[in-house]
């Protein structure tokens, strides 16, 4: 899951949508909820074309920190899964080495390892 902070701009009736951190990531909507839900394809389809061309992801900016320019804009976070997004990954096999006590006592709550690291792997990478 990915989050950013995304202005949305009242116009007209309808919402325009740009996301601070994010050059070139816009979109609209003809209501509030049209808005969030474009702006929630928008963010997953730019990160995941900024990855798969060896772009560097940005961060996100704090909610705090983005700053509006008028009563008609407000700044909301927009989550969006990536995943859906990109072309389908073909899995590669990783060898790696964790502590033999921790190894059981995962194995004993029957945990999955490859998805406890891709979930560790996208949080850490802000995917």
Sequence with gaps: MIMYPAIFTEDDGG???????LEGCITEGDNLKHAAAMA???????????YE???KIPEPSSLNAVKVN?????????CSNADKYFDKPKSVKKT???PK???EIAERQHINFSS???EALKTQ???
């Design 15 to 21: 919402y325009c949508v740009t996301f601070p951190d």
């Design 40 to 50: 929630a394809e928008a963010l997953g389809g730019y990160i995941a074309s900024l």
């Design 53 to 55: 061309r060896k772009i």
């Design 70 to 78: 008028s009563d008609s804009e407000h700044v909301v976070i927009i």
């Design 96 to 98: 790696l080495s964790i």
């Design 101 to 103: 006590w921790l190894d």
């Design 116 to 118: 406890v690291l891709q």
């Design 125 to 127: 990478l802000n995917l």
